[in-house]
């Protein structure tokens, strides 16, 4: 024989040495077109990134995991393999809904192509959710598979076990210790991509996320091939994804679809690092050793990592992508900020103030709207007008599952209605102010407030219960419980600690729990008849001792600063009153902040008044009515606050020039 049949056959064998029939791998990656294509149209799918890539870049790393890797023609055959066990042995079928609860691992990766290889649909489930959470999301989605990393079998009631089969993955290094890694060797004659029953339509359903919604319960959102496919090449663009790229993968693959970076990445041939758990230390020794070119995740995660022991300054560029402002799973990462370039025209202090906006629409989405919620109507592109931040386009949701009630609620005029409160500035750009729904963001996921009540509630010494937010230095947001207890009930803040987390995910359980007599239900104050209010302690509540005021230490804020104002060290404030010729505006805010030093000069008064003078000789009074205070405890004082917009115009007539980006960015 001569050298290169030899060496041809020797590919042959090595690519595929358990098929009698030794396809080959161009063979294998085959899609004959179907008689009834037309030529100029393709469904776009993301399979088909894995398919090109495994042909391409067929000997390059694909993957990394500990000890492990894989090439791209291993990983190709690895995803037709669970496919293929998929079909034969679990009957996966079109439409059939499949749940993976996985860490950052492969066979999540490998799970998000094998899936909709045999037609079904994949539903991402949270980690860190509790078994009753895990419950309601196989229910709701009726899931019938669930591909399960061993570590969590703890959450897996019987209950669960009564809705779904159950594949094990236990992530070991020593494949025979592992069922799922069994399982793979044990398919002998996987099928060839041709013979998979993949969808020709691209508009038909990819996954099902399910995310915290202001209802209480979380809801389905259905994202389309279309969408996935398109929002994986904007990544590509946006995030400079190419060949060379490394990635670390610290955003967990459940969250927002892994933000399409499964699909982006393979689409380039880029190497891609597992990372099954947060870890800090370990994160920093991956960067090095691998040379991480690309890594996304939190600003929590930017903190930690900045100011962990371990870091250094790299040899070598590392892009990261943050969601800084509560990622919505309905539309994901759907707005940018400034170039960098752009902003290098610009002063310090005028790049700081555009540094606060959100942007522009990414490169494959319509432009954002920010339309009036009554009107319906484009705002006036002043930096002033409010209205809700609306999206359409390919990245948009197809809309909620099995719930077609909050699907028509959400697409109002045939837009999405993203409940993100923003103006739009002259330029072009949006600037979110606040949410509309009863959402809190913290670390990057979201909580629904009402969820978190309805959980309280169920106690049965609890009358009432509202959650709001509280700033947290590291979390940005942490939710707070107020409680108020049937007559002669009582009741301890760890009885409520311990009920939450056998029945919510850790990061969902309150951080604080204040017992109160009872809640307001006004329209100023905590609860309305629709919690339609109920949004955060940075607008309608404060906590702190009585002492607070005397013992705080002001400090001058630092230009560039980006922290929200409520992260910021000031002053706890009540009315705000402002005298302009003889004319009174009132506003209720949190905190001031200001760029100049302040100083306090009269104690707390006996009418809860407070007067700060600032340097420049500009004196406001600070007025903390009686009636404002819901309560004192221990104390402790809790207040109410509601912001009026009107006073803007007149603060910013009185204030220096340069305070105006942190009344109006921040206290609205």
């Known amino acids: 024989m001569s050298i290169p049949n030899k060496r041809l056959q020797g590919i042959k064998a090595h690519i595929s040495p358990d098929e009698d029939s030794q396809i080959s791998n161009v063979e294998s990656l085959r899609l004959r077109r179907k008689h009834d294509q037309v030529p100029y149209h393709s469904p776009l799918d993301p399979l088909r990134f894995l398919l090109r890539s495994s042909m391409v870049f067929a000997e390059k790393t694909a993957v990394i995991h500990r000890q492990r890797s894989y090439t791209y023609r291993e990983l190709s055959d690895r995803v037709r393999r669970l496919a293929t066990v998929l079909i034969k042995a679990y009957h996966v079928k079109k439409g059939d809904r499949v749940a993976i609860l996985c860490q950052n691992i492969p066979s999540n990766l490998e799970s998000m192509y094998a899936i909709p290889a045999t037609g079904g649909i994949m539903v991402p489930v949270n980690t860190r959710l509790v078994a009753e959470e895990i419950e309601y999301i196989l229910r709701h989605s009726g899931a019938t598979l669930l591909i399960l990393q061993q570590e969590f079998e703890s959450k897996m009631t019987n209950a669960i076990k009564s809705l779904v089969k159950i594949i094990y993955v236990a992530d070991s290094d020593n494949p025979n210790q592992d069922p799922y890694e069994m399982m793979l060797a044990n398919c002998k004659k996987p099928k060839l991509w041709d013979e998979m029953p993949l969808l020709n339509d691209e508009n038909a359903v990819f996954s099902i996320n399910y995310t915290s919604g202001s209802t209480g319960r979380p809801k389905g959102v259905m994202a389309s091939y279309r969408g996935v496919y398109l929002n994986a090449l904007g990544m590509i663009i946006q995030g400079a994804l190419s060949t060379n790229t490394v990635y670390l993968w610290t955003v967990p693959m459940f969250h927002c679809n892994g933000w399409s970076f499964p699909w982006a990445l393979v689409a380039v041939g880029s190497t891609q690092v597992m990372l099954n758990k ?150 072009g750009t949006i600037e979110i102010l606040d949410r509309s729904k009863d959402i809190i963001v913290s670390g990057g996921e979201n909580i629904s407030s009402i969820e978190v009540e309805n959980v309280v509630v169920q106690l049965e010494e609890v009358m009432e219960c509202a959650i709001v937010s509280e700033p947290d230095d590291k979390w940005g947001e942490r939710p707070v419980a107020f409680v108020v207890l049937k007559a002669g009930k009582t009741l301890t803040a760890d009885i409520i600690f311990d009920h939450c987390r056998k029945l919510l995910a850790g990061y969902k359980c309150p951080e604080k729990v204040i017992f109160i007599k009872e809640l307001p239900k006004t329209s100023t104050v905590l609860i309305q008849e629709q919690h339609s209010h109920l949004k955060s302690i940075k607008h309608h509540t404060e906590i702190g001792t009585l002492g607070w005021f005397k013992q705080q230490k002001v400090r001058k804020r630092k230009l560039g600063q980006k922290r929200p104002l409520h992260q910021q060290i000031g002053m706890v404030v009540g009315t705000l009153v402002l005298d302009t010729e003889d004319e009174l505006t009132e506003a209720l805010l949190e905190r001031l902040v200001l760029d100049t030093e302040v100083k306090v000069v009269e104690e707390l008064l006996a009418g809860l008044e407070l007067e700060l003078v600032v340097e420049g000789g500009i004196e406001v009074e600070f007025v903390l009515e009686v009636g404002d205070i819901l309560e004192v405890v221990d104390e402790v004082v809790v207040v109410c606050f509601e912001p009026l917009l009107r006073v803007r115009e007149v603060f910013l007539s009185l204030w220096p020039a340069r305070s105006s980006q942190s009344f109006q960015s921040l206290c609205l």
């Open 278 to 427: 947060i870890d800090y230390s370990l994160i920093w020794d991956l960067l090095i050793k691998h040379n991480i070119t690309h890594y996304n995740g939190a600003p929590t995660v930017q903190n930690e990592l900045c100011n962990h022991k371990k870091a250094v300054r790299l040899n070598h560029p590392v892009r990261v992508l943050s969601g800084v402002y509560g990622l919505t799973e309905t539309y994901g990462p759907a707005v940018l900020g400034y170039d960098v370039a752009i902003l290098s025209e610009y002063n310090e202090e005028e790049q700081q103030k555009r540094l606060a906006r959100q942007g522009y629409n990414t490169i494959i989405s319509d432009e954002l709207r920010v339309l009036n919620k009554d009107s319906g109507l484009d705002v006036t592109a002043n930096g002033k007008e409010i209205g809700e931040v609306c999206f359409t386009g390919n990245l948009v949701m197809l809309g909620y599952y099995n719930d077609p009630e909050e699907t028509e609620k959400a697409f109002k005029g045939g837009v999405f209605w993203s409940g993100d409160l923003a103006v739009r500035h002259p330029d």
